[in-house]
């Protein structure tokens, strides 16, 4: 009997379509010995574990956590030793606020091996997916990626040096914030700037709200968007309305040579 050496690796499960997962993710479940698997990973992405695999959920959903942060560190390792090769399977990029960093620490410090494997990280890729770019040559030069909610449970000050840019800025996390996240960019005067907010973006409940700094919130509300949700806010946000309106008139004219 061969004897298995402790291992964590940490694996981005990408933004919620099952296809945006990398194959070497889909490699590396295959040859797992235990899988942690967070909320908001596609559970569909499941089908790829190992079949000899332990599954377990270790994520919070509306704020109920089934096992705190230190459980799930003690968990990793206990696990790696028991069994092997532990998967932690995260959603998006556990390097973009994941804490993927934080797990890997942990395992190192008693002997386990550690690997990562990067994920397509929502805050591009949700975006993308709404023909939303977060640079664009003439309106945005840069982007932010910052969390709506630090550890301390308040609203990151770099929205506020954000909102002084002309940077796209990509908030995560942040949608009970977003008053305030409104607040600091009407205090710079953009109460016109273009604002997107994406609900379960890439996945088949995906939910879109577009407005502007004046209006997001009114929308927000008609259309009860919530977490999980990303907020876009820069002038690129108008490039999804101009790529419909360009599909519109291609489809007129098409319809004219019929």
């Known amino acids: 009997m061969s004897i298995k050496i402790p291992k964590l690796t940490v694996v981005g499960a990408g933004p919620g379509d099952v296809d945006l997962i990398t194959i070497k993710a889909i490699k590396t ?9 967070d909320a908001l990973v596609n559970e569909e992405l499941l089908a790829y574990i ?34 092997g090769h532990v998967v932690r399977l995260k959603g998006g990029d556990p390097f973009i606020f994941g ?10 410090n008693f ?9 397509i990280s929502s805050s591009m890729a949700v975006a993308a997916s ?3 770019p ?22 990151s000050n ?7 840019s002309n940077a796209t800025v990509v908030v995560l996390m942040g949608m009970s914030k977003l008053a305030q996240i409104v607040a600091l960019f009407k205090a710079e005067g953009k109460h016109n700037l273009p604002v997107a907010i994406i ?27 919530k977490n999980p949700a990303i907020i876009l806010l820069g002038e690129v946000v108008n490039h999804r309305q101009s790529i419909a309106e360009l599909h519109t008139f291609y489809a007129n004219d098409l319809r004219g040579l019929i």
């Open 134 to 155: 977060v640079t664009k040559r003439g309106s945005a030069e840069s982007f932010w990626v910052i969390t709506g909610t630090t550890k301390e449970h308040k609203l």
């Open 158 to 164: 770099d929205v506020k040096l954000a909102a002084k």
């Open 111 to 119: 002997g386990v091996e550690v690997a990562m494997v990067p994920g």
């Open 29 to 37: 479940l295959k040859v797992a010995d235990v899988v942690l698997y």
């Open 99 to 108: 804490r993927g960093a934080e797990e890997m620490e942990y395992a190192a």
């Open 199 to 225: 609900q379960n973006g890439t996945r088949s409940d995906e939910k879109v709200g577009i407005g502007t700094v004046d209006t997001i919130e009114d929308i927000v509300a008609e259309k009860d968007l």
């Open 130 to 132: 709404q023909n939303i």
């Open 50 to 83: 190992n079949p000899n695999a332990e599954k377990i959920f270790v994520g919070k959903r509306r704020g109920c956590y089934k096992y705190q942060q230190e459980q799930i560190n003690e968990l990793i390792v206990s696990r790696a030793k028991s069994d």
